[in-house]
């Protein structure tokens, strides 16, 4: 999966990838040229007193220090960036597929891993290439090239390299295989701590009060504890390798002292040769463990990559015909035919068999118990799902025919959980249209009886709205949603429940209002409350997912059982009505 992705990302830096390479490899040859220079000086220079040969020694190595310090700088910076870009590169692919994303695909991830995706995940997978960017010309080569320029230094010794070297990597690449267990549950309980963290912040009302603080505090502490136990295992194991390493390390240089020494004593080399000799053996022994560091982070940015790729690889199933077709006739309104649609898994259909045409300057009421399906039918016209029988047709055109692009630019919906974005109240009402004038704006807030308040609030338009519109009431939130449906001036304008929150007297100015303006506009409400329907052209009365009547309030009355349940239950309880206020929609 790393392979794929990189695959993916790594084409538009050959360029960088290149300059890395050849840089490496001037660095290593640098590196590698360095304790045979320091040999020599040694033997040639200090053994025979040759100071001028030790000046002009110390001055090549100069220059060599300084080819292997540039190189590995240059090195540094272009890796770190074009991991970098890689990230960005991997952050804006997700990003854009979650945005095409259908309401479906992101109800399978659910947005908190979906968050971690892109960001933790994708961290991870830029420290591991920025990793591998350093090392991969590198390590071979310097273990290769050490282990050839010890040999021509002393033969004799080759045998500690020879024990050395396996006993490194084997130790390391131990330690590490007990680490990679540990990184995935890591990066699962990463994922855990952000869901949990997130539902208890969007809930935290909820929280108080039901007083269940403590629950919540223990249900995130146990989260966080599989966290933390995954990390610190990770540390201890950590901890465990770079002892085990330095062991490693001055035994070997111990003993090639002491051994040198006598081959030193015999004359069968000589102490610069001896030193070069430590010195490429120390190379070699960092180089293995530097690979052997870098082999084992791969696993867990292997987790990270999977996680990428499943969001990369997975397809809206709301996508843009190959042959989108023009919606053409604007007088044809909506018209559902045969709908059935079942969600995905479940064995009933939540719709079964809906009809029923709108037409513009009609309003069509839709009315039923919670559950019956109303906001799935409203779902269905703008595309957030897909019918899965029958056809859903807008301006005559079957909405998969469509491009996408077409049929939203005719609808504005406001959802049953209008949510609003963090910036003002002018450029939440824009999301309709972003060219309208603020004349427009006032217009549309007067029409969705919001302007009184938008008026007195601090800075009118230019008012400040927290993300997902938590410092507006819920009521207030409602009828700024309906108003940024009004700037969009559609053909087709679909209200979920969006009354619901607005006293008696408020809803039936706003009814009052919007017919004004709606005269050539097919508009479909969805509402729990008989008065707000009572005018509407046509009511649906839908139940369990099915049409069981249609018709005016006065005919519906005589015809449908159902409705008259409905509007006698109203009846009685007064005002009556679901208040149903919507919590804070995330
Ligand atoms: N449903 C589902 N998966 C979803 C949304 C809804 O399985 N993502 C199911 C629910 O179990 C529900 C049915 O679809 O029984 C209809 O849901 P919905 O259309 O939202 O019902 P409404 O009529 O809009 O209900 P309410 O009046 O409460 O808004
Ligand atoms: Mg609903």
């Avoid at 021509?152 to 690449?173: K, R, S, T």
């Avoid at 008026?455 to 230019?462: A, I, K, P, V, Y």
């Avoid at 005018?535 to 369990?544: F, M, N, P, S, Y």
Wanted: charged share 20%.
């Amino acid at each position: 999966m790393l392979i794929r992705l990189l695959r993916r990302g790594l084409p538009p830096y050959a360029g960088f990838l290149a300059a890395i390479a050849v840089l490496q490899l001037a660095g290593v040859i640098a590196n590698l040229y360095l304790p045979s220079l320091t040999g020599r000086m040694i033997d040639h220079g200090v053994a025979r007193g040759d100071i001028d040969y030790i000046w002009r020694m110390g001055a090549w190595m100069l220059g060599v220090s300084l080819v292997a310090i540039v190189a590995a700088i240059s090195v540094a910076r272009l890796g770190s960036r074009v991991a970098a870009s890689l990230a960005r590169d991997a952050r804006a692919h997700v990003f854009d597929r979650v945005l095409s994303f259908s309401d479906r695909e992101v109800l399978h991830f659910g947005a908190p891993t979906l968050i971690t995706r892109a960001g933790n995940d994708i961290t991870q997978v830029q420290t591991v290439v920025t990793m591998l960017l350093m090392l991969v010309v590198q390590a071979p080569i310097m273990m290769i090239g050490g282990v050839i320029m010890a040999l021509q230094e002393d033969a004799g010794l080759a045998w500690i390299m020879a024990a050395a070297v396996p006993l490194l990597g084997i130790a390391i690449g131990i330690v590490i295989s007990r680490m990679v267990p540990w990184f995935r549950i890591m990066q699962d309980s990463v994922d855990r701590v952000n869901r949990i963290l997130r539902e208890q912040i969007t809930g935290v009302r909820v929280v108080r009060a039901f007083v269940r603080e403590d629950v919540e505090r223990e249900r995130f502490a146990a989260a966080n504890e599989i966290y933390t136990g995954a990390a610190v295992s990770v540390g201890k194991l950590m901890a465990l390798a770079f002892p085990i390493v330095m062991v490693i390390l001055n035994v070997s240089s111990a003993a090639v002292l002491w051994f040198g020494a006598h081959r030193v004593d015999t004359g069968q080399v000589e102490v610069g040769a001896l030193f070069a000799f430590m010195q490429y053996l120390l190379q070699v022994l960092m180089a293995v463990m530097m690979t052997t560091m870098a082999a084992m982070m791969i696993p867990r940015a292997e987790v990270s990559a999977r996680r990428i790729t499943e969001v990369l690889e997975t397809d809206s199933t709301v996508v843009d015909p190959a042959d989108p077709q023009p919606i053409t006739d604007e007088n044809a309104g909506v018209e559902l035919r045969d709908v059935t649609f079942s969600y995905p898994g479940a064995e009933v259909p939540v719709l079964d068999g809906v009809s029923f045409t709108a037409r513009p300057g009609t309003t069509t009421a839709i009315i039923g118990s919670t559950g019956a399906g109303k906001t799935t039918l409203l779902n269905l016209i703008p595309r957030l799902r897909d019918v899965t029988g029958g056809e859903v047709l807008v301006g005559g055109r079957d909405v998969r025919e469509a491009s996408l692009e077409d049929v939203w630019s005719r609808i504005a919906l406001v959802p049953q959980r209008p949510y609003l974005f963090s910036g003002t109240v002018a450029s939440n009402l824009r999301y309709g249209d972003p060219d309208a004038a603020d004349d427009a704006l006032w217009e549309a807030l007067r029409t969705a009886q919001a302007e009184d308040f938008v008026s007195r609030m601090d800075g009118g338009l230019e008012a400040r709205i927290a993300q997902g519109g938590t410092n507006v009431s819920g009521g207030q939130r409602q009828r700024l949603a309906i108003a940024r449906a009004l700037v969009r001036d559609a053909d087709v304008l679909l209200f979920d429940d969006s009354f619901s929150a607005l006293d008696v007297a408020t809803d039936a100015r706003l009814r009052e209002a919007l017919k004004a303006r709606t005269a050539y506009t097919t508009v479909i409400v969805v509402a729990q409350r008989v008065s707000t329907i009572v005018g509407a052209d046509q009511i649906i009365v839908l139940d369990d997912g099915r049409v069981v009547g249609v018709g005016t309030h006065d005919e519906l009355l005589e015809t449908c059982e159902t409705y008259r349940e409905i509007a006698e239950s109203q009846e009685a309880g007064g005002a009556g009505g679901a208040e149903t206020l919507a919590e804070v929609p995330v």
